[in-house]
């Protein structure tokens, strides 16, 4: 069992900067594909980036491509979502994900979820 607990949410304005935080309870977070997925009210949650067990291999959406970045401090069982030039599309409410297998960008194929935190952006 991993429990992931996500921090570092908050208001913004337009063009600002955020660092999201996760957090893995146990022992074999390495183990683990970590994903970043966001949901904003009235819509599906969406895939935003993935980082592979040792970090070396990230993947992300088109629409945060160049403006986001995932990375991970095994040794901290934290992953990162460094999140700048943020856009008002960016609100919504974001999750980081444990996969047991390569996961990328299906929901489906990830085992454990965090409980979310909220970023907001404002003009």
């Known amino acids: 069992q991993v429990q992931l607990v996500e921090s570092g949410g908050g208001l913004v304005q337009a063009g600002g900067s955020l660092r999201l935080s996760c957090t893995a309870s146990g022992r074999t977070f390495s183990r683990y594909y970590m994903g970043w997925f966001r949901q904003a009210p009235g819509k599906e949650r969406e895939f935003v980036a993935v980082t592979s067990w040792s970090g070396a291999y990230t993947e992300y959406a088109d629409s945060v491509n160049g403006r986001f970045t995932i990375s991970r401090e095994n040794a901290k069982n934290t992953v990162y979502l460094q999140m700048n030039s943020l856009q008002l599309e960016d609100t919504a409410n974001y999750y980081c994900?444990?996969?047991?297998?390569?996961?990328?960008?299906?929901?489906?194929?990830?085992?454990?979820w965090g409980q979310g935190t909220q970023v907001t952006v404002s003009s």
């Open positions: 994900a444990a996969s047991g297998t390569s996961a990328r960008r299906n929901p489906a194929a990830y085992d454990y």
